[in-house]
C-alpha cells in the first residue's frame, strides 16, 4: 500500500512519513542525522518529540515542515505527497497546510502582534472578511487581544510566543510544528505555552508536533515519541488523566 | 499568562457580512523595513538624492547647450541654408562668395530668401578693455531671425543708426549696466537700443544684434555678401530637387535642410569638441555611483533583515513574495530619492537662471530622471535579491 493510500485510509492522520532518510554532504564529509525515520500525526493529538541534541529532530521537523526535502521516503501532509516537489512546491504546501512556532519566536520586530499574524495571513493568501478583525480574533484565541498593537520589544518572552501561536493558527493549517516552544521562557511561562498548543491540539481537524527537551511539558503530550541517532527508538501514550491526578496529589 | 484563550479560530472564508479579501502586508513590511533603521535610510536617500541631482544637472545642462547651440536656427523660419563649404556650425561662420541669395532666388522652387551675417567681432567696453563679441546681423522686418525676448527697448529702435541689442546675461562681460549705453565694435560706435534676456551663447562669446547692412559694415563684407542664405520653398516644392539644383549652381558651398544644419552645430560643439560627451560621462558616472550606494545599503538592509525573510520563507513565503518586499523597499527608496532630489534639482536650477550657464528641466527629462531612478534602485536591489535567493529556512530553527 502506498503511503497516499494508506493515509487516506486512516482519516485521522494528517501527516505520514515512512522511511524517511536523510543524508547531508557527500564522500568522507557525509553526515546522516536520519536514517529511517516512520512518523504520523494524527488529528486531535498533540506529539512531543524528544531526543539528545544530534538525535536528528530538527532536521525531522524539517522534513515533516516541508523546509527540506527527504533524501529517501515519503512524506504526505494532508493528503499532498511531497515527491518531486520543488522549493518552490513546497512552499507552497507549508503555506497552505503548516503552522510553525519557533524557539525564538521569529516575530517581525517592526510589526505589531496584529500585523505580525497578518503578515502570515498574507502569506497563506487566505481571503478572510476583515483581515484585521480575524487577526485579533486569533490573538484573542491564544488570549492576547489586549496586546494586539504592541510590538514584539514591549512583549514578554511568554506572550510573544503566544503572538507565533497566533500566528501560526491563522488561516486554520493542519498540522502545526513547534520547535522548543518553551526552550527560551522560564516555568510558568512554559507551562501555560505548552497549555495552550495542548489546547491548539485538540481541534479534531489539526495535529500538533512540539520538538522539546524540556520534560516539564510531558503532561501535555497524547504521545511521545523519542529519536536517538536517527531512528525513532520509542514511542508512548502517557495517561494525561493519571498525570494530572498525580500532579494535583502533590 | 491569565488571560482566557481558547485557540479554536473562526474559519477563513465567508462568515457575516462583507466580501472575503486577501490582505496585502508586503508593502507595509518594506516601509518598516525601510523606515525602521533611520540611518541606512539616510544612506540610500543621500546616494539617490546625489545620483538625481547629477544627473539632472547634466542632462539639464546637455540640453540647455543644445538649445543655446541650436538657439539662432530654432528661431529661424526657413527649409533650406546655403553656408560656405566646411561650415561646422552657426557659431563658426565664414562669408559666402556673394550673390547666393539672388542664386537662389531664380531656382525653381524657391520662394524667398534672407542673407544673414554673423562674425567675430571685438567690442571695445565703454570703461575700457575688449571682449569678442558674435555679431549678427539680419533684416528685422521681412526677416525671420530677429533678437527675442526683448525686455527693454523694441525692434523698431534697431533702425537707429549704430544700433545695437544685447542680452541682460553678458551686461557684466561687456563692461555695460544698461540701455542706452554706447559701445565699439570693430573701432566703431554702437549704441545699445535693445535688452533681451535669456538669449545665451554656448561658446560663451555674447551675441551682438544688429541690421543686415550694419553688420556688414562692421564686419568689412561686401554689400552682396552674406555668411548664410536662408530659403524658403514653394509649399509644392519638391526640396531634394531644389537641392540638387542649387547644390549644382552654388559650387563650393553647402545646402543643408535646417535640421541638418542644426544636426550639425549639435554635433560639432557637443560630440567633436566633447562637451556633450563630457556631460553624458558626468550623468553616467551619477548613476554608478547612486546604483552602487543603493545597493550598498539596501543590501546592508537585506542582511539586517535576514532573519525575517528566512522566517516568510520558512511561513511558505515564495521566492516571489521576498522578491517583492525588497523591491518595494527599493522603489519606496527611488520615490523619496527622486522627489528630494528633484527639488534640490529645481533649486540648483532656479539659481542658476542669471547666470552663464543653462540647465534645463523639461516634463520628458523629468519623466526620464524618474524612469532612470526607479530602474538604478530596482537594479541596485539585485544584489540583495541575490542573498535572499540563497537563504536555507531551514536556519530558522536553529536561531
Redesign the interface.
Known amino acids: 500500500m502506498t503511503v497516499t493510500q494508506e493515509a487516506k485510509t486512516k482519516p485521522n492522520v494528517l501527516l505520514e512519513a515512512k522511511g524517511i532518510v536523510k543524508v547531508f554532504g557527500s564522500g568522507e564529509g557525509v553526515v546522516k542525522p536520519l536514517k529511517g525515520v516512520d512518523l504520523d500525526l494524527r488529528a486531535g493529538e498533540l506529539t512531543l518529540l524528544m531526543g539528545p541534541s544530534g538525535s536528528g529532530k530538527?532536521t525531522l521537523?524539517?522534513i515533516l515542515?516541508c523546509?527540506?526535502s527527504p533524501t529517501e521516503g515519503y512524506l504526505n501532509l494532508a493528503g499532498n505527497s511531497t515527491e518531486g516537489l520543488d522549493?518552490?512546491g513546497l512552499?507552497?504546501?507549508?503555506?497552505?497546510h503548516?503552522g510553525?512556532v519557533?524557539?525564538?519566536y521569529?516575530l517581525?520586530?517592526?510589526?505589531t502582534a496584529t500585523?505580525n499574524v497578518?503578515?502570515?495571513?498574507?502569506?497563506?493568501?487566505?481571503?478572510?472578511?476583515?483581515?484585521?478583525g480575524?487577526a485579533v480574533?486569533?490573538l484573542?484565541?491564544?488570549?492576547?487581544?489586549?496586546r494586539a498593537k504592541a510590538f514584539p520589544a514591549k512583549l514578554s518572552g511568554?506572550?510573544k510566543q503566544?503572538v507565533a501561536?497566533a500566528?501560526a493558527?491563522?488561516?486554520?493549517p493542519a498540522v502545526i510544528l513547534a520547535?522548543e516552544p518553551t526552550a527560551a521562557l522560564d516555568g510558568?511561562?512554559g507551562q501555560?505555552v505548552m497549555a495552550?498548543l495542548s489546547?491548539?491540539a485538540q481541534?479534531p481537524n489539526r495535529a500538533v508536533l512540539a520538538v522539546t527537551h524540556d520534560h516539564r511539558t510531558l503532561k501535555y503530550a497524547d504521545r511521545i515519541i523519542r529519536i536517538e541517532d536517527g531512528y525513532i527508538v520509542g514511542e508512548e501514550r502517557p495517561d494525561k488523566n493519571a498525570h494530572d491526578a498525580s500532579t494535583s496529589g502533590h | 499568562m491569565q488571560a482566557k484563550t481558547n485557540p479554536t479560530l473562526p474559519q477563513p472564508g465567508p462568515a457575516g457580512g462583507g466580501k472575503p479579501k486577501t490582505v496585502k502586508m508586503a508593502g507595509k513590511l518594506a516601509y518598516r523595513n525601510l523606515f525602521h533603521d533611520r540611518l541606512s535610510l539616510i544612506v540610500t536617500l543621500t546616494g539617490i538624492v546625489f545620483s538625481v541631482v547629477l544627473v539632472a544637472i547634466q542632462c539639464g545642462l546637455y540640453i540647455g547647450s543644445e538649445r543655446m547651440i541650436a538657439a539662432m536656427l530654432d528661431q529661424s523660419e526657413g527649409d533650406l541654408w546655403v553656408v560656405p563649404l566646411g561650415t561646422k556650425s552657426f557659431d563658426d561662420p565664414s562669408l559666402l562668395m556673394g550673390h547666393e541669395k539672388y542664386a537662389a532666388l531664380s531656382t525653381p522652387g524657391v520662394e524667398g530668401a534672407e542673407e544673414l551675417v554673423v562674425g567675430f567681432a571685438a567690442w571695445r567696453k565703454p570703461k575700457g578693455g575688449t571682449t569678442a563679441v558674435l555679431l549678427v546681423g539680419s533684416d528685422h522686418i521681412n526677416g525671420t531671425l530677429k533678437p527675442w525676448n526683448i525686455v527693454d527697448g523694441s525692434l523698431d529702435d534697431l533702425k537707429a543708426p549704430f544700433a545695437v541689442a544685447v542680452d541682460d546675461t553678458y551686461f557684466a562681460d561687456l563692461g555695460i549696466d544698461k540701455i542706452g549705453e554706447t559701445a565699439e565694435i570693430n573701432n566703431a560706435k554702437v549704441r545699445i537700443t535693445a535688452v533681451t534676456h535669456g538669449i545665451r551663447s554656448f561658446t560663451t562669446l555674447p551675441y551682438v544684434f544688429t541690421s543686415l547692412q550694419r553688420a556688414r559694415i562692421l564686419l568689412d563684407a561686401s554689400s552682396n555678401q552674406a555668411s548664410y542664405a536662408l530659403l524658403r520653398l514653394d509649399p509644392d516644392a519638391d526640396a531634394g530637387v531644389v537641392r540638387a539644383a542649387l547644390s549644382e549652381r552654388l559650387q563650393d558651398r553647402e545646402v543643408m535642410t535646417q535640421s541638418e544644419f542644426r544636426n550639425r552645430s549639435v554635433d560639432y560643439w557637443l560630440f567633436q569638441t566633447g562637451a556633450g560627451s563630457a556631460l553624458i560621462a558626468g550623468a553616467a558616472l551619477g548613476m554608478i555611483v547612486g546604483v552602487v550606494i543603493v545597493a550598498q545599503t539596501l543590501y546592508s538592509s537585506t542582511k539586517d533583515h535576514l532573519n525575517e525573510f528566512a522566517t516568510l520563507r520558512a511561513l511558505g513565503a515564495s521566492a516571489g513574495y521576498i522578491h517583492k518586499v525588497i523591491l518595494i523597499q527599493a522603489i519606496m527608496s527611488a520615490f523619496l530619492g527622486y522627489g528630494v532630489g528633484m527639488v534640490l534639482s529645481l533649486l540648483v536650477i532656479w539659481l542658476s537662471k542669471d547666470t552663464n550657464l543653462l540647465i534645463v528641466m523639461t516634463p520628458g527629462l523629468a519623466l526620464l530622471l524618474f524612469a532612470l531612478t526607479i530602474g538604478m534602485c530596482v537594479v541596485a536591489a539585485i544584489s540583495a535579491i541575490f542573498k535572499v535567493t540563497r537563504i536555507d529556512p531551514a536556519g530558522v530553527f536553529s536561531r
Open positions: 530538527t521537523l524539517s515542515g523546509i527540506l522549493a518552490e512552499a507552497d504546501l507549508r503555506r497552505q503548516v510553525f519557533f524557539q525564538g521569529n517581525f520586530p517592526t510589526m500585523e497578518m503578515l502570515a495571513l498574507d502569506v497563506r493568501a487566505k481571503p478572510v472578511v476583515n483581515p484585521p480575524h480574533e486569533a484573542e484565541s491564544v488570549g492576547l487581544g489586549h511568554g506572550e503566544r501561536i500566528r493558527l491563522i488561516g486554520s520547535d510558568e511561562n501555560a495552550l489546547q491548539v481541534d
